[in-house]
């Protein structure tokens, strides 16, 4: 009676697998920001959205930029207010920012210093990165945040922020 052989390539393609799934789990909690760096990056990245389109809508946008600007002033303006109300509620701990970082004060004041086509690429831009930079945050809590509550609402809000970055996509 013979011996049934393992199929060890089988066998080890299923063990570096395995591994590779646990190891991208593991550095995906790893990664994710605590709370209170998470509410602090979505409260200044939703202003930027919010100052940056409202400044964009002041400037005579081009066609494709305009509707665009007015959907993120309205959408920034609601996922601000739903990270209010899960601080107010005591459900999320953490200080709100009320004013831009400096990184990001600088970034609005450079696009204030420009002007028609120049204004319109600086702004398709600065969209396409802080919407890439957006849904790389909301994935990492959503993956491995601490606060239940708050990890919920990234991952409810998710969606909304990779068809932002899909629309800003198509603006450059």
């Not at 996922?79 to 600088?106: C, F, M, R, Y």
């Not at 919920?152 to 629309?167: D, N, R, S, V």
Request: net charge neutral.
């Amino acid at each position: 009676m013979k011996t049934p052989l393992i199929n060890v390539k089988a066998l080890a393609a299923l063990v570096v697998g395995w591994c590779l799934i646990s190891s991208v789990a593991a550095s995906a909690q790893a990664r994710a920001p605590s709370t209170e760096e998470f509410v602090k990056k979505v409260a200044i990245s939703d202003m930027m959205e919010i100052q940056s389109s409202q400044l964009a809508l002041s400037r005579q946008p081009d066609a494709d930029t305009k509707p665009f600007a007015e959907q993120m002033v309205k959408d920034h303006e609601k996922t601000s207010g739903e990270l209010k109300n899960l601080i107010n509620s005591g459900k999320v701990k953490g200080p709100l920012p009320t004013s831009l970082d400096a990184e990001h004060q600088k970034k609005l004041d450079e696009l204030k210093s420009k002007s028609g086509k120049e204004f319109d690429r600086a702004y398709d831009q600065l969209q396409l990165q802080a919407h890439e930079e957006a849904v790389a945050l909301f994935e990492q809590y959503s993956q491995g945040g601490e606060n239940q509550d708050l990890k919920t609402w990234a991952i409810a809000t998710l969606p909304h922020l990779k068809e932002h970055l899909a629309m800003a996509k198509k603006l450059s």
